[in-house]
């Protein structure tokens, strides 16, 4: 067993070298081609170094079939598209291939969460990425967004104008694009611990709950997200917190179905990978697996 699990593991890995700087030579060709050499360098983020992944994602081989809709991975802030290595190998196993999972960095990897505010330039990168993987693969894309990359994905799909640079305006709303945007311990409604006199906690373009920000992704009566929505949180977050201006912190406004957990915010997107898929995969809160939240003795499923 634990031999076919070492196979398995260096099958998955030799597939992984290929794309283990950056964007695969295929999908740099086509962000150049496309879009001009500048999107492309502001996409892959080579910058962020050796060592730590600044983006992944693309066809290995001309040849490659996508048979599944690309997943994009939105990180958290004081992150990198490196912290995604552990579900990039998890959706191999799962029968994924390169071309079928795409993370760029937003921001730069090491400005202290309480210090990071939601800026228009990281919306608009996210937004990048949606749009040419769509036009890449040609298919409708599933998002996964952890923590404060969700509340980034989220304007990304709203579009409108940006709440911190007057008159920017990004454009129309990306819904038709997405086919399941999934929150995991996502700022969604803001952050419960945070103090508007902390740069990341101002109320324009800040993680507070009354932020211009956060009022502009929580002011829609329909979802936008994508076709299907669901979102991810637990009672022990105390990352994102609980109550935001009267709202869970993590609510997804809109959503399908939730997935509610009992661990910390640092575990909660790798210890939930299979039910972010069956979210992706199956579009119904009776086919999730409560696998996962069954070792924290919570049962996670319940529908509005």
């Known amino acids: 067993m634990k ?4 196979i398995a593991f260096c099958c998955c890995f030799s597939k992984f070298i290929f794309v283990k700087s950056d964007f695969s030579l295929h999908f740099r060709n086509f962000l150049i081609l496309r879009y001009g050499a500048d999107v492309q360098r502001r996409l892959e983020r080579s910058d962020i170094g050796f060592g730590i992944l600044g983006s992944f994602g693309g066809k290995i081989f001309e040849t490659d079939i996508i048979k599944n809709d690309p997943i994009i991975f939105v990180h958290a802030a004081s992150c990198r598209a490196g912290s995604f290595l552990p579900n ?11 071309a079928e999972m795409y993370s760029t960095t937003w921001g730069n990897g090491r400005t202290p969460v309480c210090l990071k505010t939601l800026a228009c330039d990281d919306v608009k990168q996210i937004r990048g990425l949606i749009v040419a993987v769509n036009e890449y693969t040609n298919r409708t894309v599933d998002i996964i967004a952890f923590g404060e990359g969700s509340a980034i994905a989220r304007k990304a799909i709203l579009g409108g104008t940006c709440v911190d640079i007057f008159n920017d305006t990004l454009g129309q709303p990306l819904t038709p694009l997405i086919d ?28 507070h709950c009354s932020s211009e ?28 917190g609980r109550d935001c201006c009267s709202n869970i912190c993590s609510e997804l406004r809109n959503a399908n179905s939730a997935s509610r957990q009992i661990m910390p915010h640092g575990e909660l997107f790798d210890a939930t990978k299979d039910i972010q898929l069956e979210m992706i995969q199956y579009h119904s809160n009776t086919t999730l697996s409560n696998t996962n939240a069954l070792f924290y003795n919570y049962n996670p499923l319940f529908k509005f």
């Open 180 to 207: 399941t945007f999934v929150s995991v311990g996502g700022l969604n409604y803001g952050k419960q611990n945070c103090t508007p006199q902390l740069g990341g906690c101002n109320l324009n373009n800040g993680q």
């Open 3 to 6: 031999v076919n699990y070492l």
């Open 88 to 98: 990039y190998f998890h959706f191999l196993f799962k029968g994924y291939i390169a």
């Open 213 to 240: 920000f956060m009022r502009d992704i929580n002011n829609q009566s329909d979802r936008y997200e994508g076709t299907y929505s669901y979102y991810i949180y637990s009672d022990n977050d105390y990352i994102i």
